[in-house]
């Protein structure tokens, strides 16, 4: 799976002062399977937007964004159906979590579409990131640090040739930060996966192939 | 699914759904009930009037001041008569046959007071007589004429005339026995014949004779210019047909309207019948509003959700389908409880009709289940259609 862009750049970002950018309005930038991509910005600079772009949700650009050398714009509601569930994950900054549903069953809820992980398999994630305790709890009344988890969880509990992480280290310490990085990592590993992680200052995270400046 | 439905369904509102099933349950009921009614009381009025004969309607112009006064004519052209034959409902039509002659009758009995008249005859075919009587026959050699009178004109006498007058009341069978003289004048002179009542008609209310007597007695006596005939018979073997009266309406004809009870009973049943179908229909709109309504509230309330399942992978026919499920299973119930309900409606009827000795049926009309599922079809399209819609604006 191979994003190209072609002077792509959203909309409300013809504002702004984008010279320095590595990605707007860039010739032939590619995003590959198998290596991994952190966005760096200060904030209001389009990280967001930019996975948005790849995830289908936004399609206010300007020029063209190619996935596999499909136009991104062609694709239908189908296309982008299947891609969500069985190629494309993503860890979205505002989580999109279900309040009143526990933190199991929001990861179900999207698991029962792919059907990819079974139940234990969700557990050895909670383990990894010191959630089993909360699995049964709501997730609207966890802590903003949980929720992030459940987030992440949830968006490893399916197939994907990319995950597109935003900012989902915000509200955790050094610690857990670096627990869900390696399991991110090691779940990227095992599919061959790409991974695009947008973040204010994650220098500091190891084994990143490309820091992309926008 | 089972999360999904339990996400979206979380945003109903119990009282609007409510509201929209109560109401399109009336509606339905409303609607089944009346057409079932409606085929059944049809099925009556015509089961009722096949057991008899078909009616015999006995048709004239209106008296207006111009005929009074001899500016039109009172009688049927040959074309109208062609008219009325094409008419649906008229399965025969026989125009009835006057005497082209003076006639008078008077009695010669000392039992009796004297008695003198001027008279008249009509003539139409046997088969069309409510009367039959071996006496009925016209035999030039015995020269006796039979006479059919109305029933009417009977009881007048016995209830009316003689009573004020001090006569005494005469009974069927002594009328027969009356013998009285009929004197037909012709051009040249006249000749009297015997006559007697051999039969009082219900249908007919005209001095009868019989047709081939009466042929005869005009050609050997007629003199008057032919003029058209003043009254036509009409045989229907549908008498519940609303035509007739409309058609003689429009055509300023005239008739015992007693004879179209039936038909005028059909009229009024229908006008019954399309007023509650309007009413059902209003009704079955309404509650189809407050149906699509309740839904495109819950998916409005719903919306935050919506666009987050569409962000996790959800299509949108996913994403519409617990509230395709909720509209079916509401739909069904509709379906079912109207047809039950009706069907009640329908026993408790037929039981009091029994009453009245009306035969009804117990159970409903075929065509009152396809109603049903054909309309809650179309409502449910309709819905599916809107919920579709509304899901696919909130997803990207």
């Not at chain 1, 640090?145 to 597109?164: K, T």
Request: with cysteine.
């Amino acid at each position: 799976m191979i994003f190209r862009f072609e002077q792509m750049i959203p909309l409300p970002m013809l504002e702004q002062d984008t010279s320095d950018s590595k990605v707007w309005e860039a010739e032939g930038l590619v995003l590959e399977q198998g290596k991994s991509y952190v966005v760096e910005a200060p904030s209001g600079r389009g990280k967001t937007s930019l996975l948005s772009v790849m995830y289908g949700i936004r399609t206010d650009y300007r020029g063209e964004v190619f996935l596999d050398n499909n136009k991104l714009k062609s694709f239908s509601w189908k296309d982008w159906s299947e891609l969500r569930k069985n190629r494309l994950s993503m860890i979205f900054q505002g989580l999109e979590l279900f309040d009143d549903l526990s933190t199991l069953e929001n990861i179900q809820l999207k698991n029962r579409i792919t059907g990819h992980v079974s139940t234990e398999k969700i557990e050895e994630l909670a383990h990894a990131l010191d959630m089993e305790p909360y699995l049964h709890r709501l997730a609207g009344i966890l802590s903003f640090g949980q929720q992030q988890r459940v987030a992440i969880m949830r968006a490893l509990a399916q197939p994907f040739d990319f995950l597109l992480a935003d900012e989902c280290f915000s509200h955790m310490d050094k610690e857990n930060t670096l627990k869900a990085y390696a399991l991110i990592q090691h779940e990227c590993e095992i599919r061959k996966a790409g991974l695009v992680l947008t973040s204010l200052n994650e220098t500091d995270l190891p084994g990143i192939d490309v820091s992309l400046k926008l | 699914m089972r999360l999904l439905y339990q996400i979206l369904w979380k945003d109903h509102s119990r009282t609007h759904l409510l509201f929209a099933f109560l109401g399109t349950l009336a509606g339905f009921v409303l609607l089944l009930a009346g057409i079932q009614f409606y085929i059944d009381i049809k099925s009556v009025l015509s089961e009722n009037r096949d057991l008899l004969d078909p009616e015999y309607i006995v048709i004239n112009k209106k008296v207006n001041i111009g005929q009074t006064l001899g500016l039109s004519k009172v009688g049927f052209t040959e074309e109208e008569i062609q008219e009325i034959a094409q008419q649906s409902f008229a399965d025969q039509v026989e125009p009835f046959l006057s005497n082209e002659f003076p006639v008078s009758g008077y009695t010669e009995n000392e039992r009796f007071p004297d008695f003198h008249t001027e008279l008249f005859f009509e003539a139409i075919p046997d088969e069309f007589i409510d009367v039959k009587s071996e006496e009925w026959v016209w035999n030039p050699e015995v020269g006796k004429i039979p006479v059919i009178i109305p029933q009417d004109y009977l009881n007048l006498y016995n209830f009316g005339f003689a009573p004020s007058q001090g006569l005494p009341q005469i009974p069927k069978g002594v009328l027969s026995m009356i013998d009285f003289r009929l004197r037909l004048r012709g051009k040249d002179g006249y000749d009297d014949y015997n006559g007697q009542i051999v039969g009082f008609s219900n249908r007919i209310h005209s001095i009868l004779v019989p047709l081939d007597f009466l042929k005869w007695a005009n050609d050997k006596y007629g003199y008057f210019d032919k003029s058209h005939p003043s009254q036509v018979i009409v045989v229907s073997k549908d008498p519940t047909d609303p035509s007739i009266i409309k058609f003689l309406e429009e055509k300023g004809y005239d008739t015992i309207r007693e004879k179209l009870k039936s038909s005028r009973m059909n009229i009024i049943l229908k006008l019954i019948i399309s007023f509650l179908v309007v009413v059902a229909a209003i009704i079955i709109g309404l509650a189809f509003l407050v149906f699509l309504l309740s839904l495109q509230l819950m998916i409005s309330r719903s919306s935050e959700k919506i666009k987050r399942l569409n962000k996790l992978g959800f299509h949108y026919r996913e994403i519409s389908r617990p509230y395709i499920l909720l509209l079916m299973v509401l739909m069904t119930a509709v379906t079912g409880f109207s047809l039950l309900i009706t069907s009640l409606l329908a026993g408790k009827f037929h039981t009091m009709a029994q009453d009245w000795s009306l035969n009804i049926s117990s159970s409903l009309h075929g065509i009152l289940f396809g109603m049903a599922v054909g309309l809650i079809a179309l409502i449910s399209l309709a819905n599916v259609a809107a919920i579709l819609i509304s899901t696919k604006k909130l997803c990207k």
